[in-house]
C-alpha cells in the first residue's frame, strides 16, 4: 500500500480551499462500527443473503415474515453499534468547513451519533418503520421486535416494512434533490467506505466531477469511484478521516 501521507495533505489543501464540500458515505464507514458491509466477499450481506429476498417488495410480497426477522436481527445490530473515529471526524469537519453537506446511503444512525446534523439518508433509515401501501408511519413496540410478522398498520392494516429503499424504488424525492444539488454545487467531494455500484447515489461523484468538483476517495479497495478521482486515499475510513480531519486543521492554522 502507498504511503498516502502525501496525498492526505494535498487533500487537506482543498478543503481548506473549497467553500462548499459535500461528503457520501456507504457501509464501509460503519464496517469498523461492526455493521456488516453488503460486498465484502466472506462477511457482506448479500455474500451471505438473497438480496433479491430480503431487499425487494417482491421479497416481502413472497415471505413478509423472513423479512421482517430479518430487518430486526439488523436493527439489532445496529442498536449495539458505536460510532467510530470515521464518524467522528466527518461531524468535525463539517464544524470546520463553512459549508459541508453530509450524504449517506447507510440505513445506520451512527453519523448522528457522533454530531454531524442534517444528514441526508439516501436510502432511508432502519429505525423508521411504515406501511407499505399507505405509507402511515408506524411506531415500533417491543413485542413487534420479537414477532414472526410483520405488524399491521393502524390506519389501514396492511403490512408495516422498515423506511430503506429496497431493490427496484425510487429513492425518497427529498433526499435525492438535496443530494444532487450538494453535489453540483460542491467544490470538493468525499467519497468513503462505498463501491460506488449502486445508482443513482453512484452518480453523485460523477455530477460533482462534471461541475468541476475535486473527487477525493477513501476506501480499503479501488472501485469505479476510485479510478475516476482527483486523489484516491487508500485505507480504512476510520483511520484516514481523522489523519485528514487533523491535517486540515494544521493547513488552517
Ligand atoms: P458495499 O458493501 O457495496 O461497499 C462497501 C465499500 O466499503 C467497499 O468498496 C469496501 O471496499 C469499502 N470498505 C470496507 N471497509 C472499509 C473501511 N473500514 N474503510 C473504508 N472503506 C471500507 O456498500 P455500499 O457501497 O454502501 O442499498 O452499498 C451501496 C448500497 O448497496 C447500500 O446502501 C445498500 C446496498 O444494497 C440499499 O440497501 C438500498
New binding site residues.
Partial sequence: MEEIEPLIAQAAQSLCEASAVVCLT????S??SGVP????AQS?L?SRFD?AEL?SPEGFERDPGLVWRWYMWRLQQLEAASPNP?HIALAELARTIEKFDLVT???DDLHEQAGSVGVVHL?GSLFRFRCRLCAHPHRLREAERRAANPPACAACGELVRPD????GEGLPLDALRAASEAAHGSDVMLV???????YP?AQLPLIARQAGATIID????R?PISDRANLFLQ????EVLPRLAKALQDAKA
Avoid at 26 to 29: D, I, K
Fill in positions: 456507504g457501509a464501509g464507514v464496517a469498523e458491509t453488503f460486498r465484502d457482506g448479500w438480496a431487499a470515521g446511503q447507510n440505513v436510502h430503506v429503499v429496497w431493490f468513503a467506505g462505498t463501491s460506488g455500484l449502486v447515489a477513501i476506501n480499503v479497495e472501485s485505507g480504512k475510513s476510520g
